[in-house]
């Protein structure tokens, strides 16, 4: 393979002919410009922020005390007042007195806007914070509603079931397990997927209940064999059951193994939840509920037929949802 000797030089000249062929007088002219700029303006581009605050600074200090005060709350005057409108075009110069008379003039009605504009957003935030409070209580009645009519339609297949067992007829069984395992299929779930917490986390929720329950019973922190029959008593309860009844059965349970010994020690009863405590709390009532939970209720009662005892389980569910 040949090799290219580097070392040999290629003149420009050669290829391109002399420089001074290519010389135009406009292009030096041009180099000439470029190389004032740079050697020229440089040095004052770098001292631009200093200069323009020393300037200031001196431009400030011959002002009068109210240009000095209506330039502290932002008017400019001379070389430093560069106010324009959106298109361009400079916005007429005011005195230091007709600014600060326009602030004083203004102030108060922005000042009462901005509590207005507060107002109205409070009062917002409070309505949709109502909103979306009415809407979980309508999914939760919406919930049951729909429970209670699939459970219903499961009930009725297997009756039927059951019926088509007892007359041998295979084809109509057939049949109806097809149709449970649709069912079974298209069963919409009300449950949102539960996050998993890192073990030992309770929610802010349940420390709520607990921290109530413990200032309801004393004798949890007060007594360490209490503590200790509580404790393992809890953790035979199934977690399906919530937390406050849970919470409720260990109460009971702890009071009728050891009344002797809560008879004597037990602290006043503070206001709360717990059953068997009495609550001074106003004990709210389906017509204390919004109308639009009512109606809510009272449709799907209607759409699917509820007796009476059907209808007071969503009413309470409704009250309790609503009031918790």
Partial sequence: MPVIDQSTTIDDSKLYGSKEALSNPIFEDMEESESESLEVEQPVQQNQFVDRNTEEKAFYASLSDTEKDAWDRGWRTGKFFKGKFKDGTPKPHKSAEEFLSIQERE???LNERNRKLASEK?????????LRKQMDVMLNVQKIAYEEKTQNKFQSLEEAEEQAILEGDVSKVRAIQKQRLELEKNKISFEEPEIEQPRNQISRDDKFVIDNWTADNTWFHEDKVLQASATAYFGTLSERIPLEERLELVSDEIKSRFSDKLGSSKAPRVESGVRGVQNTRKQNSY????AEIRKSCEFFAKRYNFDKEKIAKMQQTAIKEYFK
Avoid: H
């Fill in 122 to 130: 409070t009062a917002l935030e409070r309505e949709m914070s109502e």
């Fill in 107 to 109: 102030t108060p009605i």
């Fill in 287 to 290: 017509n204390d509920l919004p």
